[in-house]
């Protein structure tokens, strides 16, 4: 059985600091490019950031680009997302999921999901 597991999230002030990991079960994470996302209450789900199966590639959406740092570990099977000087605006669910062809913007075209974890920024 294909899983995703997300884990990191939690509370954290404006200017703070999370990394979230996204750990694969069932499966192998270096054959497939990989995802985050993210929904806010009231609001459609956004594409954070995404990796290409082997690391070489990446791309972010203009929202976190110079915050937020998408890596991967295969060996560990586990991908991550560091993010940095958190703002309010950033609060959501976020999710990873994973698609065996390249990145793509659209959440549409992944077929694996994680159950997200919660990333609140607030003082």
């Known amino acids: 059985q294909l899983q995703l597991v997300e884990s990191g999230g939690g509370l954290v002030q404006p200017g703070g600091s999370l990394r979230l990991s996204c750990a694969a079960s069932g499966f192998s994470l270096g054959y497939y490019a990989i995802g985050w996302f993210r929904q806010a209450p009231g609001k459609e789900r956004e594409g954070v950031s995404c990796?290409?199966?082997?690391?070489?590639?990446?791309n972010y959406a203009d929202s976190v680009k110079g915050r937020f740092t998408i890596s991967r570990d295969n060996a560990k099977n586990t991908v991550y997302l560091q993010m940095n000087n958190l703002e309010p605006e950033d609060t959501a669910i976020y999710y990873c999921a994973a698609r065996q062809r390249m990145c793509v913007s659209s959440g549409n075209f992944y077929d694996t999901w994680g159950q997200g974890t919660q990333v609140t920024v607030s003082s």
């Open positions: 990796i290409s199966k082997t690391g070489g590639s990446t």
